[in-house]
């Protein structure tokens, strides 16, 4: 069983929308990141948190330690929001960061 | 600017060659990590370190060596290569504890094992 599960892991809207991307781990963690992948390659950290909620722009991201699972948010999408989206968990038992699989998000105009 | 830088960004090797992969920081990171990036799967995590002198392995460590001999530079070498090491590679650093703003990730190594 893999340790993060992230859902959708395709999600296609029309600009405007509220996006929700969810992610789910098994594991006790000491910190959570948000990723952002774009089409060419790139990975950028958007988020780390380890409790609670934290906005940075139209992005919004959320944790609840105890339910095991966060969510990343965006509010008012564009097609600049078009990317792959990535959780990725720090174990507590060894702090290695542990991907899921992504979510590919397409907004169209 | 500040952050990791990789090289090359594109590379070809013919089966049983080696190169080395580089990775380099200029934030004084202690933590250096590489990751393969393949279809279908996450980023797996390959070696890291957690400062200079120090390295351990990761996920998927077979086939791969690295050395920390400085904080900046984390080289990753493929010994002999195969193609099941045709991959996307990226290192990537991070500041000391919770109070990080998480990971800093170099702009990836496009490498096709033929």
């Known amino acids: 069983k893999n340790e993060v599960e992230q859902s959708p892991q395709n999600l296609t809207a029309q600009e405007g929308e509220f996006i929700t991307i969810n992610c789910s781990y098994s594991?006790?963690?000491?910190?959570l990141h948000w990723l952002q992948q774009h089409p060419g390659g790139g990975i950028v950290s958007l988020f780390m948190?380890?409790?609670g909620k934290k906005k940075h722009g139209r992005l919004i991201a959320t944790i609840n330690i105890q339910e095991k699972h966060s969510s990343l948010h965006i509010t008012a999408s564009h097609p600049r929001d078009s990317a792959v989206y990535i959780c990725?968990?720090?174990?507590?038992?060894?702090?290695?960061?542990?991907f899921g699989k992504g979510t590919r998000l397409h907004i169209l105009p | 600017n500040a952050g990791v830088t990789q090289t090359p960004k594109f590379q070809v090797l013919k089966t049983g060659q080696s190169m080395t992969l580089q990775c380099a920081q200029d934030m004084n990171h202690e933590y250096m990590s590489w990751y393969r990036q393949d279809p279908g799967m996450g980023l797996r995590l390959i070696h890291y370190s957690v400062g200079a002198g120090i390295t351990d392995q990761g996920e998927v460590p077979n086939g791969y060596n690295v050395s920390r001999s400085t904080t900046e530079d984390f080289p990753l070498r493929l010994l002999s290569a195969a193609p099941s090491q045709t991959s996307v590679y990226f290192c990537?650093?991070?500041?000391?504890?919770?109070?990080?703003?998480?990971?800093?990730f170099g702009s990836g190594t496009r490498l096709t094992v033929v």
């Open positions: 990725a968990p720090s174990r507590n038992r060894d702090d290695k960061i542990i």
């Open positions: 990537a650093s991070r500041g000391p504890g919770q109070g990080a703003s998480g990971y800093t």
């Open positions: 948190l380890s409790s």
């Open positions: 594991v006790g963690i000491s910190a």
